[in-house]
């Protein structure tokens, strides 16, 4: 009996986020190649082995280090970031009992997770030492505030019709509609802040080609392979989320629930990765215009929105 | 598996990186540095108190004090002149004072922490954490709180509204041109293209005839 319960509660949903942690970043690394070739642009290598090759070549590659960086930090940043996008993913529901982290919290966890990413680019970009990456540490953290409250304003949102913070009963909530369909504006508004988090496509001014790599530009061999699975990882941990608050989680017919949210996750990261190859980068003055000035209303009018049909 | 030992080994390492954590803070040579010390003691002051079942104030202590930290780091970089904070520098200062106030508070904390009588009120069993903290926080005082959130919500706004003008001559996409030295005049300090050597025209209109 305690074996089953053990090997419901701890081990098969610890099984799903490992799973999501290397397949989820494998197939988010597949379909962005895929988005990349359907808008022509030429590949040397097949999208399968593309992410394959890259991994090993940054695998045996020398780890480059600057003057004087904080030790610490430059080793650890990728590293915490990778474990946040893993916090991020083990709140992800995958059915109604593979839970891996059923907190009553679980979305104010969530928030944490974005609130703390923040630190944790900020640490890959500073300790370098370096001038660009310090300037694509300054940058991201001058734009996260806007990116984490529209992500914050979106998800009391979807907290509303659950009247309750845990991700699981946001689930429950949605048995007859789901959150996609009640509030309209909530999951594009949520897609494009996670791409800003992630800072990818069109938000990719942290790492970005005018700072010649920004956070990143000193950092190379296994810790660049880290950073970057983190920063993949982190966009799967999104959709994960994002599967489970609009799109109903593990509910669907006919499939088991698990299967229902990575097919659930594997539709949110084809729509990102068309996305991020469909707009070009925008500078980062535009952005924040283009967050405080659009985007943060439309959250506004999103919660509003939630509001209203919760009283009614 | 005996749940009640492995919280009692986790409060006592999560107490001691706290404590080892905040003085690090004093110790180390960075403003930066300094703050994500901060940040990571109050990380695992914010696990205890999931440990105690305060779940929601536990949480909240994450990305508050993330975001609170990282604001600080930033701020102390730009104020204090130190390059981007990598500098070494000394962390502490009026050092008889501070140790004074140090001891008195160490008193006067582990004082009350020693006398206090503390409630023993086992948690009951269908206690709803987020529910209770909220009837707590907003049962009379609703309008004050939402009041007060709002005008905060309305004041950070409107400051980046208001600072979210581009260029030093207003918005990029429409040219940076300085303003005129009279109301309506031509933009000041302007190269002359023409040939009226030395003499302040006033035409008012564009001064390519």
């Known amino acids: 009996?305690?074996?089953?319960?053990?090997?419901?509660?701890?081990?098969?949903?610890?099984?799903?986020?490992?799973?999501?942690?290397?397949?989820?970043?494998?197939?988010?690394?597949?379909?962005?190649?895929?988005?990349?070739?359907?808008?022509?642009?030429?590949?040397?290598?097949?999208?399968?082995?593309?992410?394959?090759s890259r991994g090993a070549w940054l695998l045996i590659q020398q780890s480059n280090n600057t003057e004087a960086p904080d030790r610490w930090g430059w080793r650890l940043a990728p590293a915490l970031y990778l474990a946040l996008a893993a916090v991020g993913l083990a709140l992800v529901p995958w059915s109604r009992d593979w839970v891996a982290t059923d907190l009553a919290t679980s979305l104010v966890l969530w928030g944490s997770v974005e609130a703390l990413a923040t630190v944790v680019i900020f640490l890959q970009g500073w300790s370098a030492n370096s001038h660009f990456a310090l300037m694509g540490a300054y940058r991201y953290v001058a734009l996260g505030l806007s990116y984490i409250l529209i992500s914050m304003f979106v998800l009391i949102g979807v907290a509303l019709p659950a009247e309750s913070l845990a991700i699981t009963r946001i689930v429950a909530s949605q048995q007859d509609v789901w959150n996609v369909v009640r509030q309209p504006?909530?999951?594009?508004?949520?897609?494009?802040?996670?791409?800003?988090?992630?800072?990818?496509?069109?938000f990719n001014l942290a790492d970005s080609q005018d700072l010649a790599g920004g956070t990143s530009v000193e950092v190379s061999g296994p810790p660049r392979l880290v950073w970057e699975l983190a920063r993949s990882a982190m966009l799967v941990a999104f959709s994960g989320i994002a599967a489970t608050v609009f799109l109903g989680g593990w509910l669907g017919p006919w499939l088991p629930g698990p299967l229902w949210v990575m097919l659930k996750m594997l539709a949110i990261l084809a729509v990102q990765a068309w996305l991020g190859r469909w707009f070009a980068v925008i500078t980062p003055s535009r952005c924040l215009s283009l967050m405080w000035l659009i985007l943060l209303p439309l959250a506004f009018i999103d919660l509003i929105w939630a509001g209203v049909v919760a009283l009614l | 598996?005996?749940?009640?030992?492995?919280?009692?080994?986790?409060?006592?390492?999560?107490?001691?990186?706290?404590?080892?954590?905040?003085?690090?803070?004093?110790?180390?040579?960075?403003?930066?540095?300094?703050?994500?010390?901060?940040?990571?003691?109050?990380?695992?002051?914010?696990?205890?108190?999931?440990?105690?079942?305060?779940?929601?104030?536990?949480?909240?202590?994450?990305?508050?004090?993330?975001?609170?930290?990282?604001?600080?780091?930033?701020?102390?970089?730009?104020?204090?002149?130190?390059?981007?904070?990598?500098?070494?520098?000394?962390?502490?200062?009026?050092?008889?004072?501070?140790?004074?106030a140090g001891i008195a508070s160490f008193v006067i904390l582990a004082a009350m922490a020693l006398l206090a009588g503390f409630p023993q009120r086992p948690l009951p069993d269908d206690l709803e954490p987020v529910v209770a903290l909220g009837n707590e926080l907003l049962g009379d005082s609703m309008l004050i709180f939402e009041s007060a959130g709002v005008v905060l919500l309305a004041t950070m706004i409107g400051v980046?509204?208001?600072?979210?003008?581009?260029?030093?001559?207003?918005?990029?996409?429409?040219?940076?041109?300085?303003?005129?030295?009279?109301?309506?005049?031509?933009?000041?300090?302007?190269p002359d293209d023409d040939e009226e050597a030395g003499g302040h025209h006033h035409h008012g209109h564009h001064h390519c005839h």
């Open chain 2, 160 to 190: 980046v509204v208001l600072s979210s003008q581009r260029g030093r001559f207003g918005s990029a996409e429409h040219g940076s041109m300085p303003p005129g030295l009279e109301p309506g005049g031509d933009p000041a300090g302007m």
């Open chain 1, 1 to 52: 009996m305690a074996a089953s319960v053990m090997l419901e509660q701890l081990v098969w949903p610890l099984a799903m986020v490992f799973a999501a942690l290397g397949g989820g970043v494998y197939l988010w690394a597949v379909l962005d190649g895929l988005a990349a070739r359907s808008f022509g642009l030429p590949r040397a290598q097949s999208v399968w082995q593309r992410p394959l």
């Open chain 1, 185 to 202: 504006l909530g999951l594009p508004l949520f897609l494009l802040v996670g791409l800003a988090l992630t800072f990818r496509g069109p």
């Open chain 2, 1 to 100: 598996m005996n749940t009640s030992v492995v919280v009692d080994v986790a409060f006592w390492l999560l107490a001691v990186f706290a404590v080892y954590t905040g003085w690090r803070v004093f110790r180390t040579d960075s403003m930066v540095r300094a703050s994500f010390f901060l940040l990571l003691s109050f990380i695992a002051v914010g696990v205890i108190m999931l440990l105690l079942s305060a779940v929601y104030l536990g949480v909240a202590m994450f990305f508050m004090m993330g975001v609170e930290m990282m604001v600080m780091a930033l701020f102390m970089v730009m104020f204090m002149m130190n390059p981007a904070g990598l500098n070494p520098m000394m962390m502490v200062h009026q050092h008889r004072l501070s140790i004074g």
